[in-house]
């Protein structure tokens, strides 16, 4: 019984919350003109920022003119616009 009682507690506390991280890189070529999305990368599928950091790094390379974020277990919206639990530079 006292088995059968912390499994339920543990399944009831694990399903409402997420416990994998994925970060989204979001490249902007151009920091004065970030409203031209076509010429936005975004990469998904980051284990942690650091990663999401490093590929921003690559995807830059020598451009001064760059701006980024890295968002937190994204989504996309009805019409497309990604949803982050949380973005950071």
């Known amino acids: 019984m006292k088995k059968m009682f ?3 507690i543990s399944a ?3 399903s409402g919350c997420s416990l994998t991280q994925e970060w989204t890189g979001f490249y ?3 920091k ?3 409203s031209n999305s076509s010429k936005w990368k975004i990469q998904s599928d ?3 920022v650091k990663d999401c950091r490093n590929w921003i790094a690559q995807t830059a ?3 001064p003119t760059f701006d980024y974020e890295c968002g937190l277990n994204c989504r996309t919206d009805k019409s497309g616009l990604y949803i982050c639990k949380e ?3």
């Open 87 to 89: 973005t950071i530079k």
């Open 61 to 63: 390379g020598s451009n």
């Open 32 to 34: 004065n003109d970030i």
């Open 28 to 30: 902007y070529p151009d």
């Open 12 to 14: 009831t506390l694990l």
């Open 6 to 8: 912390l499994l339920l």
């Open 46 to 48: 980051f284990e942690t």
